[in-house]
């Protein structure tokens, strides 16, 4: 399940720079006969349309002036020059110290240095933490001027076209610099970073550049961001009603990316704790969001609290919402010990118990194949069964497609029992075509699905399995 695709962490930078400079700070004290050094790199950065005057938590502009330093601002700094800070950080092979340099820019920053600064930076950052740290600044300059921060990210994005599709749109680094302004500039003023993106008139391109607006805004007013995506789910909910059956073959296997943009907006809910967590999504309005959400939520919640994630779960286990949360649930359960997780498959109302015997039985099956079908064997027709019996059977056909072929034709429900025995003939041309060629006329799949296989037996094992999780798109997927 999908993470966040911009990770907020200038703070974690400033630590670690704070560390550094802590670090550094003791060492000339100590090799200086315990004088006091530290005007060497007290920082002066109070006030100013600068990165530094924003009050640290809020991502409001602060207006305290010299008193900033009481009300919680970092004013960590330093007396030395942009340009000064920028030639040290790229002169320096300590990474400690290229952290606290860095972080000491970016507190430095300014709407009249930035553009100075990302023309000394461009070229200079390279590999993972380059683009980290150019995420980074682009984030913080759109705290501070999210306008011409976006002037500046989206420069030379025509010449980027023909690398669309890497790195987003515009090409390699284009748009993710884009949702890193965004990001920072929704903090400070929501209204115009939201119709600067309604602006843009390519969806696929807004839709990508959404992914960062989100993000910064579930950091600073969470309410606002879900109604935000709630109101992009109805919209898009609304168009592909107009569209109808053109609407439905314009859909990618990503999925719904208003899923995606709701669990960002659940990850900052759950690092606030598993009871705000909670509470923001049972509140949602029961649907898609709402499932997308549970499952989120429940999955953070079954690492820290199984118990009380069972006992959560279980409230709402009959809801359609739910369903996957349950599963999730269940798969960590099975994960220590797949019995457990079984009964409490069967203490769930039964339209619930399904995914949670699909999960369990998953798991089971590549801990203890034997023992799982002797479970199977014990169970009484019903659709939690065929889910089980299905989980099983699509789990084994790796190993053993035989066995699976022949467990996936004991599913009562024809469309679950079609639906598996194609996926294990699937597997089984792939193993072995001959075997599976002289068992396909006995399987019962109608002739144009065996043909099918036959033909393309690869079809169907893209980025969506059948079971129902999806991947692919920034911040999405598991």
């Known amino acids: 399940m999908n993470n966040s695709i911009i990770t907020h962490a200038i703070w974690l930078v400033i630590a670690v720079g704070s560390f550094a400079a802590g670090w550094k700070i003791q060492s000339d004290s100590k090799g200086n006969g315990g004088k006091d050094n530290n005007s060497s790199l007290q920082v002066n950065l109070n006030g100013g349309n600068s990165l530094s005057g924003l009050s640290a938590g809020s991502g409001k502009p602060n207006t305290k002036g010299k008193d900033s330093a009481k009300s919680g601002t970092l004013s960590a700094g330093t007396t030395k020059s942009a340009s000064q800070l920028i030639e040290d950080f790229l002169n320096s092979n300590d990474p400690l110290e290229q952290n606290f340099l860095f972080a000491q820019m970016l507190m430095s920053l300014t709407a009249d240095n930035a553009p100075g600064m990302l023309e000394s930076l461009k070229g200079k950052l390279r590999g993972r933490d380059g683009g980290r740290q150019m995420t980074l600044f682009f984030q913080a300059w759109g705290k501070i001027d999210g306008a011409a921060a976006i002037a500046a990210a989206t420069a030379g994005n025509e010449e980027r076209e023909e690398g669309r599709g890497r790195g987003g749109p515009g090409g390699p680094g284009g748009g993710f610099n884009v949702m ?68 439905e073959q314009r859909r990618t296997p990503y999925g719904d990316p208003t899923q995606r943009y709701i669990n960002q907006i659940a990850d900052e809910q759950i690092k606030k704790g598993m009871d705000t967590a909670v509470a923001w999504a049972n509140e949602l309005p029961d649907g898609d969001l709402k499932s997308a959400a549970f499952d989120q939520v429940a999955e953070s919640y079954v690492r820290s609290d199984i118990d009380a994630a069972k006992e959560w779960v279980a409230k709402y286990a009959e809801e359609d919402y739910a369903k996957r949360a349950v599963g999730e649930v269940a798969e960590q359960l099975a994960r220590e010990d797949p019995q457990s997780a079984i009964d409490w498959a069967s203490s769930l109302p039964e339209n619930a118990q399904g995914s949670a015997y699909s999960e369990a039985m998953e798991r089971w099956t590549q801990k203890d194949a034997t023992a799982a079908s002797e479970f199977l064997a014990t169970m009484e027709p019903s659709a939690a069964r065929d889910s089980a019996v299905s989980s099983f059977a699509t ?50 799949l109608p002739e144009d699905t065996q043909t099918q296989i036959m033909e393309n037996p690869g079809r169907g094992r893209g980025g969506f399995d059948f079971r129902g999780r999806g991947g692919g798109g920034p911040g999405g997927g598991r």
Do not use: C, H, N
Request: net charge negative; charged share 25%.
């Open 180 to 247: 890193s302004v965004l990001a920072g500039w929704v903090s400070t003023d929501t209204d115009a970073a939201m119709q600067w993106l309604s602006s843009v008139e390519d969806e696929r391109t807004k839709g990508f550049y959404t992914y960062g607006l989100v993000s910064g805004l579930a950091k600073t007013d969470a309410a606002a961001a879900t109604d935000y995506v709630i109101e992009l789910a109805a919209a898009r909910e609304a168009a592909e009603a107009t569209a109808g059956e053109e609407g």
């Open 395 to 444: 789990e084994l056909d790796r190993e053993d497609p035989q066995s699976a072929a022949t467990w996936a034709a004991t599913i009562k429900d024809e469309g679950t029992r079609t639906e598996t025995l194609t996926q294990v003939a699937r597997s089984w041309m792939r193993s072995d075509a001959d075997a599976a060629k002289e068992w396909l006329p006995a399987s019962g």
